[in-house]
């Protein structure tokens, strides 16, 4: 028997859960001394990047998991203590003391202040904020209590030499600059993936706008995935890619579909007022494009029971929706479902009901939450990705660029329908983030229809992801162009006859 087998034996006739661990913080230290990641460290051990965290938060682990665990920690203690020993002078303070003298709690709540700021605890100047309150990090550093003086900040300012207009050169205009992670760079430093891809391609097929188009489209997603990378690059988050799913978000059958429901809106009004009207029918932009900025969980998604709603975290949550009494001029923001009783919904829909049931609307009573599947969250995960395609999207329309246009939308429209169970994308399998994102869009859809009806227009249906039917004067409510905070037209009708009596609103197709 080798050395590694007879400690191998030796530790699997132990007591896992006797195994001593370091204490939380010294857990977290070790591991980033490594640069390693949560998510790195949570594949090697079979557990979700949020485990990670909250044992560096100070849970403990049981059995095969803490032995694993314990058998990292060690090993990485031992391999910083070599590298230590290997780098550090004679006399030169150790990593202890060093760690000591150089600790500062951070958090994914702390932000660094450009311009110090009085401690809320001491008073005394701060250079950080924890969740917006200016504080010192580390509580030797916070002097005694005094009474906080309201302090001006003092900024910098540069000397003014103004050249006549027209006669500055570009290094006296000053360096544009855009954020890369933490840090930031020129902007013209910053590679434009999309511009060169489409430049490739019309190069490639000597100007021939369909044939390039279509390879466009044919390499959509793996640019999609390129460009998430790229954006991802200095992220204040690390993402499980291909996390463990609950039964709940796998498909029944091979043709069927998961439990998850969608609230994906089919709705027309059942009776319009009397007389003749004109609808508008209008096209939401870039739906799925806006969809991304929503709240996706980062890690391998944990259960819980209990009627009860984090919003640091996100995933499904099994509820009994609340009674809807309003169908008659507005849909039912859980969609088109005739089934009575609990069903699997997303984050996305249960925010969208708890504040319709809140006293700014009171619109419905709050939904019942029997259990939840969910991991901690962030809105922010997918934005400078969601920016980067928009600003890409934005160029195109103004420049007439249907090549751009065609490519940019396949990218998000395919990476979101290739996040589930899809051959076509192997780097990122998040079936519950690509319900997420869906269903966002359908609560957007909603939204919009709330706030015409809010507005006085009358609502005539609402289909999908982008498509609302109304009547009135809905440029007064809309701005109307083809940017994604804008609404287009396509198509106008008439309803009804010029006769005193209601009218039957136009039904859905079967």
């Known amino acids: 028997m080798s050395d590694f087998q007879a400690i191998d034996a030796l530790l699997a006739s132990?007591?896992?859960?006797?195994?001593?661990?370091p204490p939380a913080e010294e857990r977290r230290r070790l591991r980033e001394g490594l640069h390693l990641s949560r998510a790195q460290l949570a594949t090697a051990l079979g557990v979700g990047a949020s485990t990670v965290g909250g044992w560096e938060s100070g849970r403990d682990p049981s059995g095969d998991v803490r032995e694993k665990y314990a058998y990292f920690l060690e090993g990485a203690r031992t391999k910083l203590d070599v590298a230590a020993a290997a780098e550090a002078p004679v006399g030169a303070p150790g990593d202890d003391e060093l760690a000591e003298a150089e600790r500062v709690v951070v958090t994914d709540d702390v932000d660094a202040l450009p311009v110090p700021q009085p401690c809320v605890l001491c008073g005394q100047p701060a250079r950080h904020q924890v969740e917006g309150f200016p504080q010192h990090l580390d509580p030797a550093e916070c002097g005694p209590a005094e009474p906080a003086q309201p302090q001006k900040p003092e900024l910098?300012?540069?000397?003014?030499?103004?050249?006549?207009?027209?006669?500055?050169s570009q290094a006296a205009r000053g360096v544009k600059v855009v954020p890369v992670g933490r840090r930031v760079q020129a902007a013209s430093d910053t590679p434009d993936l999309i511009g060169s891809a489409v430049a490739a391609a019309l190069a490639e097929h000597?100007?021939?706008?369909?044939?390039?188009?279509?390879?466009?489209?044919?390499?959509?997603i793996p640019d999609a995935m390129a460009l998430l990378d790229h954006t991802r690059k200095g992220g204040r988050y690390d993402i499980v890619a291909h996390p463990w799913l609950p039964d709940i978000l796998r498909k029944q059958s091979a043709r069927g579909a998961d439990q998850v429901w969608e609230a994906r809106p089919k709705w027309t009004r059942s009776e319009l007022p009397a007389g003749r009207h004109e609808v508008t029918a209008l096209d939401i932009n870039g739906a799925y494009l806006s969809a991304l900025k929503t709240h996706l969980p980062l890690g391998q998604l944990e259960h819980s029971t209990g009627d009860h709603h984090d919003r640091r975290?996100?995933?499904?949550?099994?509820?009994?929706?609340?009674?809807?009494?309003?169908?008659?001029v507005l849909p039912n923001p859980i969609g088109n479902r005739d089934e009575p009783g609990p069903l699997w919904v997303t984050e996305p829909t249960l925010r969208l009901l708890l504040r319709l049931s809140g006293p700014?609307?009171?619109?419905?009573?709050?939904?019942?939450?029997?259990?939840?599947?969910?991991?901690?969250?962030?809105?922010?995960?997918?934005?400078?990705?969601?920016?980067?395609?928009?600003?890409?999207?934005?160029?195109?329309?103004?420049?007439?660029?249907?090549?751009?246009?065609e490519y940019v939308k396949q990218m998000y429209s395919k990476f979101v329908s290739t996040l589930g169970e899809s051959n076509y994308n192997r780097e990122l399998y998040r079936t519950d983030w690509m319900h997420l994102i869906r269903s966002?869009?359908?609560?957007?859809?909603?939204?919009?229809?709330?706030?015409?009806?809010?507005?006085?227009?009358?609502?005539?249906?609402?289909?999908?992801?982008?498509e609302l039917h109304v009547v009135g004067d809905w440029r007064a409510v809309f701005p109307e162009g083809r940017g994604v905070t804008e609404v287009k037209v396509k198509d106008v009708y008439s309803v009804g006859t010029d006769q005193d009596q209601p009218m039957q609103a136009p039904q859905s197709p079967s």
């Open 440 to 466: 966002q869009a359908f609560a957007n859809l909603w939204t919009k229809a709330f706030k015409a009806y809010d507005e006085g227009l009358v609502v005539v249906r609402a289909m999908g992801t982008d």
């Open 206 to 220: 000597a100007g021939d706008v369909e044939a390039a188009t279509a390879a466009l489209v044919k390499r959509a």
């Open 360 to 405: 700014k609307y009171g619109l419905c009573d709050p939904p019942e939450i029997h259990e939840s599947w969910t991991s901690g969250a962030t809105e922010g995960l997918l934005e400078k990705f969601r920016i980067a395609l928009k600003d890409a999207r934005d160029r195109a329309i103004a420049e007439d660029d249907e090549v751009t246009l």
């Open 156 to 168: 910098r300012q540069e000397p003014r030499k103004l050249a006549p207009a027209g006669r500055q």
């Open 14 to 21: 132990a007591s896992s859960d006797r195994i001593p661990l």
């Open 313 to 328: 975290r996100a995933g499904v949550h099994l509820i009994t929706p609340p009674v809807w009494d309003h169908d008659a």
